[in-house]
């Protein structure tokens, strides 16, 4: 879970400061204020310093450098004073040796530092360890326009941080069973959490004066330094007279195979953290963030986006902010549930079922599937009213009206972090053409509206051919899915017959039940395999359409990949829900696939029940899998990975290897960045909402997988994967599109699932216009006094085809040849004057049904937009910290104008006396 802060990671209060946009007036006044200063070394124990490069500044500063204990640690130059920014890596035989001298000698030209070292393991592998000098990181921050501390300010407390310390307050008078300090961070662990709070302003060397300076080497964070360096090196040209540049290119090309900055030491330590104190800032993370003991405490999110940067840590922070919503969702859930475990026992319907001895119910296949009895049918009556029951449609439209909840909350839950962390006014640079771009249409340029430079341009006809076949290319991977889904649905056809004439009689009286499980099983194969497919057509789909910038080629990718696997995931899922049992026909009169197999019917308890069985198996299979491959696949390849170094080492297996090695021998980050993250949490955030209606429990089953989740993406991050680049995002960027569309969908599948998958609208018509207490405006348990046989139709055995005549006779039962049996419909009996017509009451359930629906839409988007509208984008006490920021802004131009005007006047008095003294 997610701090309540950004800013308070640990659930105390912390005062913010004013923001204000750039305005054009005396730096000394102010340039641009913001939020506050991050002192890179505010959460470290002193005394326990000596793991990073900030730690051994601090220490340099006072005369206290080590350099033996700085070299032997990895993070530095061999004189134990250069920090370490930035690693690349390339092997001795890889042939592009002149691209990579090209690229070096300009790497020296831009004043980086570069220092070369062979692996200790393998001599072919060269490390390029590269430092930034103070002169190079300020020229460079400068143009970045990279955001530093420059003046302290007073501020007021906001009301919000009261509202927490009441619920840590009520949180408190639990703590007999809660674990120690639910939630909140421990101060032992943190004692030095409470940050100095500053304006920011970008940097610039002619007004260095003005900046908030202790020690030029800290002053700049690692993850800011790593960021320069890596804008410096995506800049650089690596053939001279061509224009080729970048380090990306040359990844791709294999001149170097790893780049990354460096973690800042072993995230383990002998010492306790309560007593020593953090030896580093992965340590510190790994202890209060990615350790297991801590799964009930608040996420860091200031420690997080300090070592990650702002685009991680809004992840991190999305995913606290889902899952802490996801609490009443999965209690309410829960509730649901329980209320059909505590009125089983009352339920008219499932009573009727399960005392329904006398009624035989024709077979469900042709010819093995026998005559049975509709008691038989009693325990899945009983399971399909623990999820169908009348709370049901109370928590559709409640999921329908968290989901809006959820996302506009988190709107304002941004908000508040986008202004913690200095992203109010933060907009993304002038995206470069991708490389790619730039080598296909390098001969047709145009100026640039905005740099007014010449640049590569696609003509519109190139690009519109290029989107039809890409789009057509999506359409043919949607019929591929269909394709599956039918293969599906003849496995789900052919195997019923065969389970039902198996030999073993738990399986064969369960027929149906085995099929479903076995399809589902199939299913999920199926979507796993084509999971793989996707991906590749994805990406060629990309690459065809030649998008201009990286974010434009990430938003295509992600759109598609979203699109195939929502369909792939769900595809069967709708199929059970809207389409299973619904175009079957009626005994005598079959409708069949290919004019041979008969099209599986729903279980005489309805079809609810594989529904349950599909979303639950899908969803618990599909967490399972992802949580291995986001861990165990990790975990096995870096354990391959050290087993092949102990090997290669031989009896030196003491060998103390530098952080550069133990990073390199980690397993990079995912090739999209946090995408396959995004997606995993997008796709079960669409299971616990369009489906909830059928499964309630869902949300109680993402709960438990996120809190599972946040620990082992912060594992991941912490121990298993080298460093990622810290990059800023000012939000969750397509997601949060996809995430309101996924909204909308929910409450539209949710009205069909109640309306039509579910019993609860003929349940309702019965009780209303055919039960007992028809005409009455009573709808309770008494009221449905023979709803079973009312919904169950009669049908004449003589009249069944001979392909679809079943082996027995039916004389188990009563001794004689059955002459009648039962069937869900409402179609008019044999003997009567249309036999086999539908009946009134089916033409009021199809009206109830479709009214239901019109209804619960309308009024369930009714009350999507009136929270929408009543719940504004940003929270109150931030918008008055805009505008207290505004007036402070005003003050401090009027008092920096009226000094300017006080000082010209005694210049001018001064001048005029010098020249009156000057006058003969």
């Known amino acids: 879970m997610e701090a309540s802060s950004s800013g308070v990671t640990n659930g105390r209060t912390k005062i913010l400061h004013p923001v204000a946009k750039d305005v054009n007036i005396f730096f000394d006044e102010l340039e641009a204020v913001n939020s506050p200063c991050k002192d890179d070394d505010s959460l470290l124990h002193p005394g326990n310093l000596t793991s990073t490069s900030d730690d051994a500044s601090r220490l340099e500063a006072v005369g206290e450098v080590a350099p033996e204990k700085n070299r032997s640690n990895g993070l530095y130059f061999r004189d134990g004073k250069c920090r370490i920014d930035y690693i690349l890596v390339y092997r001795k035989t890889n042939p592009q040796t002149e691209k990579r001298e090209v690229f070096e000698r300009n790497i020296r030209a831009e004043g980086l530092q570069m220092e070369k070292e062979s692996s200790v393991i393998n001599s072919d592998i060269i490390f390029v360890k590269l430092h930034a000098p103070w002169e190079v990181l300020g020229r460079y921050a400068e143009v970045m326009n990279v955001r530093m501390p420059f003046r302290r300010k007073i501020y007021y407390l906001p009301r919000r941080y009261k509202f927490m310390s009441r619920i840590d307050k009520q949180i408190s008078r639990f703590r007999g069973w809660l674990p120690r300090k639910p939630m909140r961070l421990d101060k032992e662990t943190l004692p030095d959490l409470e940050e100095n709070d500053c304006y920011t302003a970008p940097f610039s060397q002619q007004r260095i004066h003005h900046f908030i300076i202790h020690n030029k080497d800290t002053f700049f964070n690692n993850a800011t330094r790593s960021r320069i360096v890596h804008h410096i090196l995506q800049r650089i040209k690596y053939e001279e007279g061509k224009n080729k540049i970048g380090l990306n290119r040359l ?129 899945y009556a009983k399971v399909t009213h623990l999820f169908d029951n009348g709370a049901t449609v109370f928590f559709a439209v409640f999921m329908a009206v968290w989901a809006t909840v959820f996302l506009e909350f988190w709107k304002r839950r941004r908000a508040v972090i986008a202004y913690d962390w200095d992203l109010i006014d933060w907009e993304e640079e002038e995206e470069e053409i991708r490389p790619q771009f730039e080598a296909k249409y390098s001969k047709k340029e145009r100026m640039n509206p905005i740099s007014g430079k010449p640049e590569p341009y696609q003509a519109f006809t190139d690009k519109c051919s290029r989107l039809v076949v890409s789009a057509s290319g999506i359409f043919f991977m949607i019929c591929v899915v269909i394709a599956a889904v039918f293969g599906i649905v003849i496995y789900r056809v052919v195997t019923v017959s065969t389970f039902a004439a198996f030999k073993w009689a738990l399986i064969r009286n369960n027929s149906q039940v085995a099929t479903t499980g076995t399809a589902v099983c199939i299913n999920f194969c199926i979507i796993m395999l084509l999971n793989v497919l996707y991906e590749k057509v994805a990406l060629l789909l990309t690459n065809l359409e030649q998008p201009r910038t990286e974010s434009e080629w990430e938003n295509s990718f992600t759109l598609k990949m979203f699109l195939f696997q929502f369909v792939n995931l ?37 079809c609810l ?47 103390s290897f530098p952080q550069w090695e133990r990073d390199y021998n980690l397993q990079p980050m995912n090739a999209y960045g946090l995408f396959d993250e995004y997606l995993e949490m997008i796709l079960q955030f669409g299971f616990t909402t369009i489906f909830v209606a059928a499964f309630p429990l869902a949300p109680l089953l993402a709960l438990l997988n996120n809190i599972i989740e946040i620990r082992l993406d912060a594992y991941k991050f912490v121990t298993q994967w080298r460093r990622p680049l810290a990059s800023r995002a000012k939000d969750i960027g397509i997601w949060y599109g996809i995430l309101e569309g996924i909204g909308i969908l929910s409450v539209i599948t949710n009205a069909f699932v109640i309306a039509i998958t579910s019993d609860f609208i003929p349940r309702l018509v019965y009780a209303y216009k055919y039960g007992p207490c028809a005409g009455q405006g009573e709808a309770g348990q008494k009221c449905m006094v023979g709803y079973v046989n009312a919904s169950l139709s009669v049908f004449l055995i003589s009249d069944f085809e001979n392909r679809s005549e079943p082996a027995s006779d039916g004389s188990e039962f009563s001794g004689t040849p059955l002459k009648y049996c039962r069937y869900r419909d409402y179609r008019d009996p044999p003997h009567s004057l249309v036999p086999y017509g539908y009946t009134l009451q089916f033409w009021h359930v199809l009206a109830a049904r479709l009214a239901f629906i019109i209804v619960f839409e309308h009024l369930v988007f009714c009350i999507k937009h009136l929270i929408s509208y009543l719940i504004p984008d940003l929270p109150k006490d931030l918008r008055d910290r805009m505008r207290r920021e505004k007036y402070l802004i005003q003050e401090m131009m009027y008092e920096a104008e009226l000094e300017r005007l006080q000082k010209e006047r005694k210049e001018r008095k001064k001048n005029g006396k010098a020249h009156h003294n000057e006058w003969p």
């Open 251 to 379: 990844l791709t090309n294999g001149s170097y195979e790893a780049a990354f900055p460096l973690h800042e030491g072993s995230y383990r330590s002998k010492n306790s953290i309560r007593t020593h104190g953090a030896e580093n800032h992965r340590h510190l993370l790994y202890e209060c963030w990615a350790s297991w003991g801590v799964w009930y405490k608040y996420q860091p999110l200031d420690l997080i986006r300090r070592y990650f940067g702002e685009k991680i840590g809004l992840y991190f922070a999305w995913l606290g902010w889902y899952t802490g919503m996801l609490f009443p969702a999965a209690f309410i859930g829960l509730f649901v549930f329980l209320y059909g475990v505590t009125t089983l026992d009352h339920c008219q319907v499932s009573k009727e079922v399960c005392q329904a001895t006398d009624i035989i119910m024709c077979p469900v296949c042709d010819k093995y599937c026998p005559f049975m009895r509709l008691s038989d049918s009693c325990v």
């Open 609 to 655: 029940i594989d529904l349950c069985m599909q979303m639950g198996i899908i969803m618990v299979l599909k967490q399972t899998w992802n949580n291995f491959m986001e861990l165990g696949y990790p975990l096995i390849q870096n354990w391959w990975t050290r087993r092949k170094v102990r090997q290669e080492q031989g009896t030196q297996r003491k060998t």
């Open 570 to 606: 769900n595809s069967s899922t709708f199929y059970i829900a809207f389409f299973l049992g619904r175009f079957t026909g009626h005994p005598g009169a079959y409708l069949r696939l290919i004019n041979r197999w008969r099209l599986e019917e729903c279980h005489p308890s309805g």
